[in-house]
């Protein structure tokens, strides 16, 4: 048998010698090859790409690629995660270091002397930005690390300084599009912008609204990009019907936020709010926002006792404005079952199961990386898709 057909054998996993005629006809037939891949994840089909040539061409036609993610419309699970420490651009595979995630060397050369930045990722896409040489305009791209495919977005019609970008991709309500929004932020009283780039219309268009006091990275959750204010109160921005609403939390849910917030975000389809409870310094109270924005429920408690047990050093560098460890992210767990965190402790990055109290460490920090407790760049949450771009 010759080293195509054994290639063959290997990947529907038998013997070489124990070959059907059917998997032969199936390996042969593109139309019935081509059915097959795409009913699996990204994740299991951009590993078929090296069997030959051909699935090769097959696995990088870009009509397999929208018709992948139109069968496929969200990513399987979280493979890892992108983030910056200073100027440097850090991966973070949840499966250990000897599961890469994609490089983005793809973007190396776009703008001669400039690092990467990652500002936003969603459903498999990341939305990244390099700064102008006097740091004044950031040139925004929208890239798929799976497909190493990336388009540099047009720059608005006017330079607003200090943006924070949010990218927007339903593949459930818009299998073909995405929207980028940005968003300028000011300590002064004053009118408030949005810009909206539209992958449909390949066009900016100015939003500008009343001014609200938040700050930070937006979640896109629900439709909407959400932040909270400094007063806790919940701002979201409707991204079909572009407008801007304020949300003021009742008195008993401002109880709930008396403590330290370590983390705000989407997690297994969920607005989720992280809490570091002053009074009990080893545990955490994780909220979940009800889909209709009625309140905040308690959705469970975490004991990180069994974390600090085993990395003393979170407990021994803690003081009253240093906790120790810094919640990064939160995923759902395997099979829709439970959550994960990924907790930034001294030296290392960690993923923690609350339910099953065990972690595993994926990442050590050497010291110029040990700011990462002090992270205020965006962890960009990362699964596997084909969506064109």
């Known amino acids: 048998m010759n080293k195509q057909a054994r290639k063959k054998a290997a990947i529907i996993n038998v013997a070489p010698s124990e070959i059907s005629p059917a998997a032969e006809l199936i390996a042969n037939n593109v139309d019935l090859l081509t ?35 139109t069968r496929n419309p969200r990513p399987s699970s979280i493979s890892g995660f992108y983030f910056n420490i200073q100027e440097t651009l850090t991966l973070v595979s949840l499966h250990g270091p000897r599961h890469n995630l994609p490089s983005l060397s793809f973007l190396d050369g776009l703008v001669e002397g400039s690092t990467i930045k990652v500002a936003h990722s969603c459903n498999g896409l990341l939305l990244c930005y390099i700064n102008s040489i006097n740091g004044y305009f950031r040139q925004y791209i929208v890239c798929n690390p799976t497909t190493k495919k990336y388009t540099l977005l047009p720059k608005p019609d006017e330079l607003v300084n200090g943006w924070s970008g ?17 968003d300028t932020f000011s300590f002064s009283p004053g009118p408030y912008r949005i810009d909206v780039y539209s992958s449909q219309s390949l066009c900016w268009e100015k939003k500008v609204f009343s001014h609200h006091n938040f700050s930070g990275h937006g979640v896109f959750w629900n439709g909407a990009i959400h932040w909270l204010t400094v007063d806790y109160f919940l701002v979201r921005f409707d991204v079909d ?4 609403i304020a949300m003021p939390n009742s008195q008993s849910l401002k109880k709930k936020f008396r403590h330290k917030i370590m983390y705000f975000g989407e997690c297994g389809g969920g607005l989720i709010l992280i809490q570091y409870r002053l009074h009990c ?18 959705k469970c408690w975490v004991n990180l006792m069994p974390l600090i047990t085993a990395f003393p050093e979170m407990e021994s560098r803690r003081n ?9 992210c939160a995923v759902k767990g395997e099979n829709e079952r439970g959550f994960v965190l990924l907790i930034a402790i001294p030296g290392r990055i960690v993923s923690y199961n609350p339910k099953k109290k065990t972690w595993d460490v994926l990442r050590d920090l050497v010291p110029r990386e040990s700011n990462a407790l002090d992270l205020n760049s965006y962890v960009a949450p990362f699964g596997e898709t084909f969506f064109p771009v």
Not at 241 to 244: A, D, H, I, N, Y
Not at 281 to 297: C, F, N
Not at 320 to 328: A, E
């Open 35 to 69: 059915e097959i891949l795409l009913r699996l994840p990204a994740k299991s089909t951009i590993r078929l790409k090296s069997v030959s040539k051909h699935w090769l061409s097959l696995l990088s036609d870009s009509q397999f690629a929208t018709n992948h993610s």
């Open 320 to 328: 009253y404005y240093y906790h120790g460890f810094k919640v990064l």
């Open 241 to 244: 019907g572009e407008e801007l």
């Open 166 to 182: 949010c990218l927007v991709f339903d593949p459930l309500k818009s299998p073909r599009h995405y929207k980028v929004v940005i």
């Open 281 to 298: 310094p080893d545990g955490l109270r994780i909220l979940e926002l009800e889909r209709d924005y009625s309140g905040w429920v308690v």
